[in-house]
């Protein structure tokens, strides 16, 4: 049984960073991609990148281009995503997932998620 547990997560000021980590107790070859999504206050939960444990291949949802960068340490079995310039529209509670490949993650099925953590971003 795979298990993701997420950390990171806080109170900020906008314009301030936070890195997000995302280790995972095992990793199965099945879950090709690891991918951090979030759901704000009466929302939907959205995609917010990905990346694939083989080639480091990244995605980005248009909202977090150029401010967040998803990277991994295989070695770790661990998932990062830097968050630089927060802004008060980044508050949610962020998912770490695994899925089988980009595409099918980033449509948002996971094989596996963690159970949030919470970013709060102060205006």
């Known amino acids: 049984q795979v298990q993701l547990v997420e950390s990171g997560g806080g109170l900020v000021q906008a314009g301030d960073s936070l890195r997000l980590s995302c280790t995972t107790s095992g990793r199965t070859f099945s879950s090709a991609c690891m991918g951090w999504f979030r759901q704000a206050p009466g929302k939907e939960r959205e995609f917010v990148a990905s990346?694939?444990?083989?080639?480091?291949?990244?995605y980005y949802a248009d909202s977090v281009k150029g401010r967040f960068t998803i990277s991994r340490d295989i070695a770790k079995n661990t998932v990062y995503l830097q968050m630089n310039t927060l802004k008060p529209e980044d508050t949610a509670v962020y998912y770490c997932a695994a899925g089988l490949n980009s595409r099918t993650l980033r449509s948002g099925t996971g094989e596996y998620w963690g159970k949030g953590t919470l970013v709060t971003v102060s205006s």
């Open positions: 990346i694939t444990w083989s080639g480091g291949i990244s």
